[in-house]
């Protein structure tokens, strides 16, 4: 198959990571890969500039909060309720429809359909030229959040020959709602990476009960759900304090727009982080700016030489994700906004939400809070007092607990059947969010 994201951000190419192995040629940047032309090239790049300077231009008063206002409502959400036909094309499809019939992705789905095997987007833009300009193999798109804006369904939904892969059941109806036929949605989850997952699901039952002392030192939470731990996991006895202290990992967006959070943390846990009782892992991602930023930080705390803080970063996106999935399994909370990290709660991590960015990442939040996997940050000013109330409570193990039995975690392996294998693998009812 060929897998297609595009360079934007974490989340698409993310979705994408899981089927590197199976993607013939690799993953294929729709905005940036060898042969694509420089006007094609330039009118990606502008787009995704202009969203990582609003992003980050969001936090200045007023003229910051008007800008990505204005930038937003091109991607706003409708409420889901009352049920109503929603299929009337939104600006922004109109705007990515307009560009498609200008040539955008011509010339990549003429390369490809010389050897026309599944097509496999995780971003809408490419599936839509894939579909615009006839490719002759099967077409999929696999959705990246718990929601989404119209421009996620095609212009013609009915007309169109898009099989879309969707992380739950809201995303279905909502789809639905589009215009888009229902036997042209599957429910698979999301693609979680397979590394953090293991055959028959060993890694991430092993790293869920390795993290789960740590989340409830006083017990409380083993003491009242020992039977469910015990159904579902492994008997309470079994459950051990770790070697490693309490490890908590802060992820930054691509855009590095909430790096200064990064900073609070190391400030307010300082005393934690000398003694070695908590570990900070500091995520730069592939942005050297933000790398740069923490590293600077880290000298003024006196903490540069301190084993337990640490700055992941890499120089290129797959091997972030390979690290990144790397330290996940000696983690034990995850400080993130609500993008599409949301779905790693179902590997047994208990998310702390930074204020969400954008309409897709407000869906994404409501998702965690409903299934009981996330919880909002208070003020990170004060983390170094509520941060252990909500330990010695047993509240951020309940979250790990809740994600782990109801977020949907073999996504890319139901994704691969479809589309290599063409089964159908949708997630079971009980599974269903």
């Known amino acids: 198959m060929y897998v297609v994201a595009v360079d934007m951000g974490y989340g698409h190419q993310r979705a994408a990571y899981p089927f590197m ?7 294929i940047n729709a905005n940036r890969y060898q042969g694509i032309s420089k006007g ?5 790049e502008s787009g995704r500039k202009w969203y990582e300077i609003i992003s980050r231009f969001k936090k200045i008063p007023l003229l910051g909060t008007a800008a990505f206002a204005i930038m937003d409502h091109f991607q706003k959400i409708d409420p889901f309720y009352p049920n109503r036909d929603l299929s009337k094309p939104s600006q922004q499809l109109t705007y990515f429809y307009k560009k498609i019939k ?3 992705g011509q010339d990549l789905i003429h390369e490809l ?6 097509f496999l987007s995780t971003f809408f833009v490419p599936a839509y030229f894939a579909d615009y300009y006839g490719y002759k193999g099967k077409i999929y798109c696999v959705v990246c959040d718990a929601d989404v804006a119209r421009a996620w369904a095609p212009y013609y939904p009915k007309k169109s020959k898009i099989t879309y892969l969707v992380p739950n059941r809201r995303v279905k109806a909502r789809l639905q709602r589009y215009g888009v036929q229902p036997n042209k949605i599957l429910v698979t989850g999301f693609p979680l990476p397979k590394e953090n997952i293991g055959e ?16 409830d030192p006083k ?3 083993r003491k009242k759900y020992a039977k469910l731990i015990e159904n579902y996991l492994c008997p309470v006895k079994n459950i051990k304090k770790p070697t490693r202290p309490l490890t908590i990992t802060f992820a930054v967006g ?3 727009a909430q790096r200064d959070i990064g900073v609070i943390l190391l400030k307010r846990l300082h005393k934690h982080l000398k003694k070695n009782n908590i570990v900070l892992n500091l995520v730069a991602g592939v942005r050297n700016d933000v790398y740069l930023y923490f590293e600077k930080v880290l000298k003024e705390y006196s903490l540069d030489n301190c084993g337990s803080v640490r700055i992941v970063y890499a120089e290129d996106k797959t091997s972030y994700f390979k690290e990144f999935n ?3 399994r000696k983690t034990d909370i995850l400080w993130t906004k609500p993008s599409e990290l949301t779905f790693y709660s179902a590997l047994g991590l208990p998310i702390i939400m930074a204020p969400p960015i954008g309409y897709q990442e407000k869906y994404n939040r409501g998702w965690l809070l409903a299934i009981g996997a996330g919880v909002d940050s208070l003020d990170p000013n004060y983390v170094d007092e509520w941060l252990f109330d909500w330990l010695d409570s047993g509240w951020l193990a309940e979250a790990a607990m809740e994600g782990f039995l109801d977020a949907p975690r073999m996504g890319a392996y139901r994704i691969e059947n479809i589309v290599m294998h063409n089964k159908i693998s949708e997630i079971d009812d009980i599974e269903l969010l």
């Open 219 to 221: 017990g409380s939470y």
């Open 40 to 44: 094609e090239e330039k009118s990606w």
């Open 326 to 328: 790397k330290i996940l």
């Open 102 to 104: 200008g040539g955008l």
């Open 254 to 256: 691509g855009a590095g």
């Open 113 to 118: 359909n010389k050897n026309p095997l599944p």
């Open 200 to 215: 028959g699901q060993k890694i991430v039952r092993q790293d869920m009960a390795a993290r789960l002392y740590n989340l």
């Open 21 to 27: 192995a199976s993607a013939k040629g690799g993953i």
